[in-house]
């Protein structure tokens, strides 16, 4: 009985192991306490800023820090926006790298629970066209096929009003994501925002683009 004992311990530290498996640097800094409470206020100032930009002529942009993105997904969305957290997912969190942002989360099944994650290249095609490519995925140490990911994130890129599509470009499937240019909030129906630039590096995300006035 000891000896069964001893094996089903192990079974489950090794089960345990596999399925909160994500790969070394994906996880960010999470701000907790007053310096959690400044850095999601700091993202929703700048989301809030960046929403404005586009519903008026003349360029906008921001940047966001990772740490920022983690204190307002850790501190605000359970509270503000918790019909972003579907399906048993609790804990997100993204990491900014070189040209390149790690999203992880948690997944509830029943009992069990498992680390979700995606390192995702996302670029500008052209005007209002991203495309995001997956490098690598998986549910804990099992790989995920890219087009699963891709897939997933179309449905919530649909659900805001874009238009997708995932192609198979540059040796594998690449999820084309064509923006609207309106907000459901402009107030100028003669304009439209055009995204022109995502820069990512280490620890940061910066967005910027123009809104112009359309012929009347």
Not at 106 to 129: H, K, M
Request: glycine residues 12%; hydrophobic residues 45%; neutral net charge.
């Amino acid at each position: 009985m000891l000896v069964i004992g001893f094996l089903a311990t192990g079974l489950l530290v090794a089960s345990y192991s596999l399925l909160h498996f994500s790969p070394v640097g994906i996880r960010g800094a999470v701000p907790s306490g007053p310096e959690g409470e400044r850095a999601a206020g700091r993202m929703m100032s700048k989301a809030s800023s960046l929403a404005a930009g586009l519903d008026r002529p003349g360029d906008w942009g921001e940047a966001f820090t990772d740490a920022e993105a983690n204190a307002w997904l850790s501190i605000d969305l359970p509270h503000h926006a918790p019909g972003l957290l579907e399906g048993g997912i609790s804990s997100p969190q993204v990491r900014f790298l070189d040209r390149r942002a790690a999203c992880s989360a948690l997944v509830q099944f029943g009992p069990l629970s498992a680390q979700l994650w995606a390192i995702l290249e996302v670029t500008v095609r052209s005007d209002n066209l991203l495309a995001v490519g997956v490098d690598s995925a998986g549910l804990g140490a099992v790989p995920l096929p890219p087009g699963t990911v891709l897939r997933a994130i179309a449905a919530r890129a649909e659900g805001a009003g874009a238009a997708t599509e995932i192609r198979l470009l540059d040796g594998g499937p690449l999820l084309l994501v064509q923006l609207p240019g309106r907000t459901k909030t402009t107030s100028d129906e003669r304009s439209e925002y055009h995204l022109g630039g995502v820069r990512i590096t280490p620890g940061e995300l910066v967005l910027a683009g123009t809104t112009r006035s359309l012929p009347r």
